[in-house]
């Protein structure tokens, strides 16, 4: 009988035991850029919601848990770096496996370059270079050299990968804790500058504003909890493989949690829901005027913070898109090319270069058009998100399904649980369409064909994607000859023979 934890790695190719639990951890930990993540949504959440912000984190917290424990059962029986493509195969078949590996990768071509802008952005205002960010075509010569040197680092080996990770989330988590702290401090001593209020219990009820703004909050909340699964994806590179990436993921959501309402906590006590809610069209840089609120010269500590987990967060960005990837191609789903394996670095080196390749183009055009535009694009990825999370959960249910009656664990774990989560998605999912589809909810205001452009941009990288996925069914057949499969009963956790 085989192992529960059975290791089902191919024996060629990824480089193995590249790195421990810890490192997935740290990784799947800055994939979400946490500073930059509370940066860009705090001031909307706060002005949707008021007070009640951190119960606002904390119920977008429960679906990701919900998804995180679908990765984590699903990891067990299948070890590929492809996650969400090769398990959605497995359980439900090609067709839908496919659009779920094209949406991860889009979701990596579509943020990296916002997320180098950011980094570079608030690198130069620790720095005092204000006038270098009002210069464009600096900062985005630098947004694209950070892309290139990100992706070499990716290149290069992922024990690089991880030490750089190691190092920048000491200094992203150093930074939000001494800022959490002076904030906190400042409220109790009464000297803060801004109409600061007393922390309260109550401020964890996400229902307290009503359900409608609870709504809008939601979907935000799925973007800052968005990346964790970047340790999973590492999982071919990962000691104790067939375990330790789904602990990494699990363990980065409840992390991701504590940070999240603390500091949403001392943001709101410190500023006031007025300051905030004024100021939420300011989104990332809403930190840039707090730092200098409440830390004076001391500021560039929390601008340090935001351009650490803008860097951090290209870098693990890559990460997903780029093996995922390289699963499609090695189960021809993709042209073989994007399956090439570095012969010295033992990474995806071709399809890591076109992931990056693509995201500097994107950036680039995009950014042409207009700085909204970008953040249009951006508004989209909470579609990209919510689908193949959604899917996965539903593949969880899916492969498993006929030992979920076994054990009360089985079913509410395996079974129960994703299912919940994927139903909480679909529904965000709608409610996104619906919100989106109102140009004046854009950043831009402008309609794309009577649309929001948000919408517009989700609906063509599906299209897109639909339509690449029909052709490559006819040119390359081989993938689609792929049954779904149900779980192995010797890999279901407590299975027992009868």
């Not at 270098?132 to 050299?145: G, S």
């Not at 702290?181 to 109550?202: E, G, H, K, N, W």
Request: glycine share 8%; hydrophobic share 55%; with cysteine.
């Amino acid at each position: 009988m085989a192992d529960a934890t059975e290791d089902t790695r191919p024996p060629e190719g990824l480089k193995a035991n590249a790195i421990g639990f810890v490192d997935a951890l740290v990784i799947g930990l800055n994939a979400t850029s946490p500073a930059y993540s509370l940066a860009a949504v705090i001031g909307p959440v706060v002005a949707l919601v008021g007070v009640y912000a951190p119960g606002v984190m904390l119920a977008s917290f429960v679906p990701m848990l919900l998804i995180a424990s679908a990765f984590y059962y699903l990891n067990r029986v299948d070890q590929d770096c492809g996650t969400t493509f090769s398990w959605v195969t497995r359980a439900m078949g090609p067709w839908a496996g496919w659009i779920g590996g094209w949406a991860i990768t889009m979701t990596g071509v579509l943020v990296v370059g916002s997320l180098a802008d950011v980094a570079v952005t608030f690198a130069l205002l620790a720095f005092g270079l204000d006038s270098w960010v009002e210069n464009e075509w600096v900062r985005q010569t630098l947004t694209v050299l950070v892309i290139l040197v990100m992706t070499a680092v990716c290149v290069i080996g992922t024990e690089v990968s991880a030490r750089v990770q190691n190092v920048l989330i000491l200094a992203q988590v150093a930074c939000l804790l001494a800022f959490a702290v002076v904030a906190i401090y400042r409220v109790y001593a009464d000297t803060s500058s801004l109409d600061s209020v007393d922390p309260a219990f109550s401020w964890l009820d996400p229902f307290g504003a009503g359900g409608a703004p609870l709504t809008a909050g939601l979907l935000l909340g799925v973007f800052i909890y968005w990346g964790w699964e970047s340790a999973v994806n590492l999982t071919e590179e990962v000691e104790n493989s067939a375990t330790a990436p789904g602990k990494a993921a699990v363990w980065s959501t409840v992390i991701l949690l504590v940070t999240y309402v603390s500091v949403a906590y001392a943001v709101v006590a410190y500023a006031g829901p007025a300051f905030l809610a004024e100021n939420a069209e300011e989104e990332e840089f809403i930190f840039a005027l707090l730092a200098d609120e409440a830390m004076g010269a001391w500021d560039w500590v929390v601008l340090l913070a935001v351009s650490t987990s803008g860097i951090a967060s290209t870098q693990t960005t890559i990460i997903p898109a780029s093996r995922t990837a390289l699963s499609m191609a090695r189960r021809h789903a993709l042209p073989a090319h994007f399956g090439h394996i570095h012969s010295r670095f033992r990474t995806p080196d071709v399809s890591t270069w076109w992931v990056a390749a693509i995201a500097i183009a994107w950036y680039l055009v995009v950014r042409q058009i207009s700085e909204n535009a970008l953040f249009d694009s951006l508004t989209a990825l909470s579609l990209l998100i919510a689908f193949y999370y959604a899917l996965t959960g539903l593949a969880c249910a899916v492969y498993y399904r006929r030992h979920l009656t076994e054990s009360l664990h089985n079913f509410l774990l395996i079974g129960l649980g994703p299912v919940v989560g994927a139903g909480l998605l679909g529904w965000l999912l709608v409610e996104s369409i619906g919100d989106m589809a109102d140009p004046a909810n854009s950043y831009s205001g402008v309609s794309w064909f009577g649309l929001g452009p948000p919408l517009v941009i989700g609906i063509g990288i599906t299209l897109a994607g639909v339509v690449l996925m029909v052709v490559w069914r006819f040119v390359s057949p081989v993938f689609w000859s792929e049954r779904p499969e149900v779980a192995d009963p010797d890999l279901v956790p407590g299975h027992k023979e009868p």
